[in-house]
Every structure is written in C-alpha cells, then in structure tokens.
C-alpha cells in the first residue's frame, strides 16, 4: 500500500579505472534537461550504518536530516526495506548487482566479487553512461574486492588516519572529501554524455566523531567512560558487557550528531549540483547497507545479528518520473535497488538478478508474494574458529525467522505485532514456521562457490581493527 506525504585536504587515495564505457549512478543531470522529461543522470548514494528510524522523515523526534526529509518529499520514501547482510561489504555486494550474497558469493574479506557478476555500473556503462564512483570504506574501496567493476572513474577515500596523541589508527569524518572529489569528477566529465555517480559515506559509521557545533546540538553531558571509538565498542561487545542507559544514550546522541553533519553535507552538495545545472533531470536513490546496534538484544555495532535494528534500512528516490509526497509502505529489499535503478533510467537489465523493479508500486502496481533472506553474517564464531554465515534470517510479510547454524536454535518473531523482536514465538503457532524452514532450505540449494582471496593481514589488518572488524583479541 502507499500514502502520499572550504576545500579539505585530501587524504590517500587510489584510482581504479576499469574498461571504458562504464556507467556511475550519479545525484544530479549531465547537465540540461532532457527534452521528453526523462532522466538524463543518475546518482546512488550509500550512507555507511544509517537506521531509517533516526531520521526526521521516518518518525525521528530530533531534527536529524533536513536535507534528506526534503529529498523524501519531492519523491518517493520506502518504510519497509531489508537489507541482505548486517555489514557493509556483502551488502554492497547486493546494492550493486542485485543479488543476495549467496548468489554473488562476497560474504568475508576472504572473497571478491566474482567477474561473471553484471553489476549496476557495468548496465549503465554499456548503454553510453559515464560511470564514475566515490567512496568511503576499505570494505567497498578495495580494489581486491572488486566492487568498483564497470566504473570508468573509481576512487576511495581512505577512511582512517594516524590520532597524533594516540599514534593510533582511526577513522575520521572523511564526507567533505568524498563531495570534494565527486565535484572533481563531475567538472571532468563529457558534458554531452549522461552519467552514473556512486557516492558512499562513512561518516555515520563509528568512531563517533561529529563536530563540537554537531555535539552541542544533539549530545548532552556525559561523564561516562565511552569514547565513541570502534575499537572500545567492539572490545564491549566481545566481552559482552552491558552498558548503562546513560551510556546507550549518549551513543545514540552522538549517532544523530554525526548523522545530521552528514545530512547538511548533503544539502551543500545538492545546492552545488542545482548551481550546475545537474539537480533536476537526475534521478537520485539515497539508502543505506545496514543499521547500528544500540544494545537492543545486548549487543553493539552491527554485523552479528539479523535483527531489524540491522536490517531495515532507508530507501529514497526523487527525479523525473517519480511522484513526489509518496511513501510506500510495501516490504522491498536491497536485492531490488539495482533493478529499480534501472528501470527508472529505462535501462533494460541484460541479466536475471534476485530483485524486482518496485517501481510498479507508484504506478498501479503490485508486487508477488515473495520471501526474503538476510544473510552473510560477521565476527560470529563456532567452537573459537571464525565462519560466515553462522546467522541467517527468512521472512515472508510479517513472519520473520532466525536460524543459528551453530547451535540449531530457531526464533520466531511477528513484526506486525512485535516490530522490535522483543517476544520470540518460537515454536511458532500453527503452521507459520514450517513453510520458511523450507524456503531456507531451497535457498542454500542454490548457493554459489565463492571466489577466494588472501586473507587481510599487515596494514589492511590494522585498518579493519580500527573500523572494528577485528576482535580485540586479533580474530575477525
């Protein structure tokens, strides 16, 4: 159903120049609009561990995204949308190709995208598109893990830097970079070439790091021992402490704070994009890969669980041929971003893919019935050896189901009733069970093999200890 409603330095960084001819989904039109009213551009933009429920135009009561309350107005907002994976490189994996993890086979920083995958960038390449991308992670900049397949211009901003009174690795608001060289990017292009820009931030994502001007807005006094740090919160969580409310609170304080900085980032660059003639005629897609952990079910941070918390994440989109005022309240998933894309681009996938265009939505339209999966769990262990997939998650409306391969435990939840998971039903009543063991079973049937990589060590091993991928004990 629906309803209507200054120039920073330059950190690191490394181009990945894949053929010619890739297409980058871009926020903003080539410039001109088109003739027929059609999108000429387009622009994806990820924001790292965004939960929709702290935003303003999802229900918030702090006025956390302005930018993005005025980009959902204009266009069409989605308050159902599951991710395939609760962290950041298996869940790209998915935005970019529109397939769940078990079908791209990216699910541990020992796997890469395999090149029989057609990801986004490569459709929009092949139909003319200039494909440009700048991003913000380890976990989708490394060239090892292929993400950056069909760009023609592929850039990542390193996320972490030296703490000088420290001599420690940790990550750093890098956002302003990002638009910085997304301005670049697009003052180089073909101007008579339409394009696909891809811009992820990390910004949201720990260590919490907002400006004073941001933390004295949203955060109030705190005299507890958290420091915001990745490395401390996953030390916590290993050891699986529980914190205070004061500390929980003032987590979710900073979390606002950095996303409301981020939020006004945006506004700047939207307002640059309006001055060049390239807001109107592209279409833009705002989401996220997964949510944060805030000790809902005990834990932190992200990655472990497949819990909502984690799960549900926002989806906007705004641009010629989308209605404006639009909120649908059909479940979708992240499979359908690639396909949707797409389709407003009026783009043809060449490939079957997992997902759907839900555009059929606006237009009259309904979706099958249809299961989804949530998978590719991390930091998960069996018997002190670290595996993937430990964790996985079938759901077919409000029926939602957890299975824990290690210890065969199931728990069953009905979010229509409980959308927190806050009462497992399990055994489930009836028959609701059943029918989803049995969706997940045929799931795994179809699981492809992954390709393999080295395993991170030296320098990249530090990074991911720092943005809390490593257990403080050394093991992912």
Request: aromatic share 8%; charged share 25%; with cysteine.
């Amino acid at each position: 159903m629906h309803r209507s409603e200054p120039e920073p330095r330059l950190r690191r960084r490394w181009m990945l120049s894949p053929p010619m001819g890739a297409v980058l989904l871009v926020l903003g039109a080539c410039g001109g609009s088109a003739s027929d009213g059609r999108p000429r551009n387009a622009i994806l933009i990820s924001i790292d561990t965004l939960r929709p429920d702290h935003l303003s135009c999802y229900g918030h009561d702090r006025p956390t995204s302005p930018t993005l309350d005025k980009l959902a107005g204009e266009g069409v907002r989605f308050t159902d949308v599951t991710s395939a994976a609760p962290w950041t490189l298996p869940a790209h994996a998915t935005m970019l190709t529109g397939l769940y993890p078990s079908h791209h086979g990216v699910k541990s920083h020992e796997t890469r995208l395999p090149d029989s995958a057609v990801t986004l960038a490569e459709e929009f390449r092949d139909h003319g598109f200039q494909t440009l991308a700048v991003v913000n992670t380890h976990n989708v900049g490394a060239p090892q893990f292929q993400l950056g397949q069909g760009f023609q211009e592929f850039r990542y901003i390193v996320e972490t830097e030296e703490d000088p009174r420290t001599m420690k690795v940790r990550t750093y608001d890098s956002g302003e970079v990002v638009v910085s060289t997304a301005k670049e990017l697009l003052r180089e292009r073909a101007a008579d070439q339409p394009f696909f820009l891809f811009l992820h931030f990390y910004d949201v994502h720990t260590d919490f790091t907002p400006k004073d001007e941001y933390k004295a807005e949203f955060v109030g006094p705190y005299a507890g021992r958290l420091t915001g740090l990745s490395t401390q919160l996953n030390g916590i969580r290993t050891r699986k402490e529980q914190l205070a409310e004061a500390d929980v609170r003032w987590l979710r304080e900073m979390y606002d704070a950095e996303i409301r900085q981020l939020d006004d980032l945006l506004g700047r660059f939207f307002a640059w994009l309006g001055e060049q003639g390239l807001f109107e005629d592209t279409v833009f897609l705002v989401t996220s890969d997964h949510g944060e952990e805030f000790q809902e079910h005990g834990s932190l941070l992200h990655g472990t669980t497949q819990y909502q918390e984690l799960l549900r994440i926002p989806w906007i989109l705004r641009g010629p041929g989308v209605p404006s005022g639009t909120v649908l309240d059909d479940a979708v998933h992240g499979v359908d971003i690639t396909p949707t894309l797409l389709a407003a681009m009026g783009i043809p996938s060449s490939v079957p893919r997992d997902g759907l265009d839900v555009s059929v939505l606006w237009k009259g339209g309904t979706l099958p019935e249809r299961v989804f999966f949530g998978e590719a769990d991390h930091n998960n262990r069996i018997e002190g050896r670290d595996v993937i997939d430990i964790k996985r998650m079938v759901r077919r409306g409000s029926d939602k189901l957890h299975w824990n391969r290690a210890t065969g435990e199931f728990e069953f939840y009905d979010l229509a009733t409980d959308p927190g998971e806050r009462t497992d039903l399990w055994p489930a009543p009836g028959d609701r069970a059943g029918p989803l063991q049995r969706e997940l079973e045929q799931f795994l049937v179809g699981e492809v093999k992954a390709e393999a990589i080295a395993a991170p060590e030296g320098e990249e091993r530090e990074r991911l200890k720092a943005l809390g991928y490593i257990g403080e004990d050394g093991q992912e």
